[in-house]
């Protein structure tokens, strides 16, 4: 029997007493709004809604059009995926479609973009195989990908006299992310002395952390064990539980959303790389995200939040460029453009169509009045300061 597909549609006309007509702008958000990935979700979609306010003023219009948004719940599985992105595209007439969530269901609605020739924007999906492999000249992403994560990783605490081990998940995530972090840590002039790399499922890390603080006691300088995993497991804290300052061995990772950075609290000083965290950049387009963030929500903007908001942002410097939401005009004004985002000036490089963006060096403090780990900012790295490879071949 055949599975039917169950799809969430909501749309949003943004603009008081609008309904949803021709000449709107529709813009399709496909999302996991419900699934392990909903946290993500709820935040991107917030951010997105927030961007295009933002960056129209209030007016919710653009190139004379009101923005509609229509978003669909692919519950992060591939299939509902691809149905959601089809029926944005075709049924529902989407000028321009973003998403998903999950970097599983985003490797799938690659092709339906281009079997559409309609633009499809990634976000926040992380896959380096979206703008690799995989990707096709319709995708276009704002989303940081694993490349960027590992490299801004490696960039801050590599440099001559640095050995670091790295401990990972045992799938593509986890090599995909090593592999990024070796190719860059080599430049930096830090050695690597070990690889470890453990099934998702673990969460017994004696055995291992043994082993990668073996491979760093004896060597002389700075060591690092830096840490790439997703999901559950926890295996700083399991590491720091060993004590690895005897050894005088520093754990390392990269950011994460709010809740995630509680944990963060047990590691005071930890150093490491983010993609966001809201009162590190110090521009414009952050403060007024920020400020109104804290007053709608009583909390502050988080790690995706501001991810949707880039990927409304660059709709916006699009559409504006091209004066159309023609594909063929929105791809020439998009390759190369430049546009403002929470984090600052982002670039889609136009060999592979990856959003290029600050990352930002940070050390974990600890405030007794804050419910997660401040990251405090040690530099930012720019565009310049990461040689982001460009793997799709082209």
Do not use: C
Not at 7 to 32: E, F, N, V, Y
Not at 148 to 172: R, W
């Amino acid at each position: 029997m055949r599975r039917s597909l169950i799809i969430t549609t909501t749309i949003l006309a943004l603009g008081a007493g609008t309904s949803a007509l021709a000449d709107d702008l529709k813009i399709a958000l496909i999302h996991g709004k419900t699934g392990p990935l909903e946290a993500y979700a709820k935040q991107t979609e917030t951010g997105l809604k927030m961007g295009f306010e933002y960056a129209t003023k209030g007016s919710m219009t653009l190139d004379g059009r009101k923005i509609v948004i229509i978003t669909k719940d692919d519950q992060g599985k591939p299939d509902l995926a691809k149905a959601a992105l089809s029926e944005a595209y075709q049924d529902d007439k989407a000028d321009i479609a973003i998403g998903t969530t999950s970097s599983a269901a985003a490797l799938a609605i690659l092709p339906v973009a281009e079997e559409n020739k309609k633009i499809l924007i990634v976000e926040p999906a992380v896959a380096d195989q979206i703008t690799g492999e995989k990707w096709n000249r319709y995708i276009f992403r704002t989303a940081r990908n694993s490349s960027q994560d590992a490299i801004s990783n490696a960039v801050a605490i590599g440099k001559q006299g640095v050995t670091v081990a790295t401990l990972a998940q045992d799938y593509a995530f986890g090599r995909d992310g090593v592999a990024a972090f070796k190719e860059a840590l080599a430049k930096t002039g830090a050695t690597l002395a070990a690889e470890e790399y453990a099934p998702t499922s673990t969460t017994d890390f004696t055995a291992v952390g043994q082993r990668l603080f073996d491979a760093l006691k004896d060597k002389p300088g700075r060591k690092v064990i830096w840490v790439i995993w997703a999901g559950a497991g926890n295996p700083l804290a399991k590491l720091q539980d060993m004590d690895p300052k005897r050894y005088g061995i520093e754990l390392s990772t990269g950011g994460n959303i709010l809740p995630a950075l509680a944990a963060y609290k047990g590691l005071p000083g930890m150093e490491g790389a983010t993609y966001y965290f809201y009162e590190i950049p110090k521009n414009p387009v952050n403060d007024w995200l920020v400020a109104e963030h804290q007053k709608r929500f009583n909390a502050p903007p988080d790690f995706f939040t501001a991810g949707g908001f880039a990927a409304a942002m660059s709709v916006v410097a699009a559409v504006t460029k091209a004066k159309s939401t023609d594909t063929e005009k929105l791809i020439s004004a998009m390759e190369g453009l430049e546009f403002d985002t929470p984090k600052g000036k982002m670039v889609f490089r136009k060999e592979d169509h990856q959003a290029l963006q600050s990352m930002y060096h940070f050390k974990v403090k600890v405030d007794p009045n804050v419910a997660w780990a401040v990251l405090e900012p040690v530099r930012e790295l720019k565009i310049e300061d990461m040689d982001v490879p460009v793997r799709n071949k082209r």
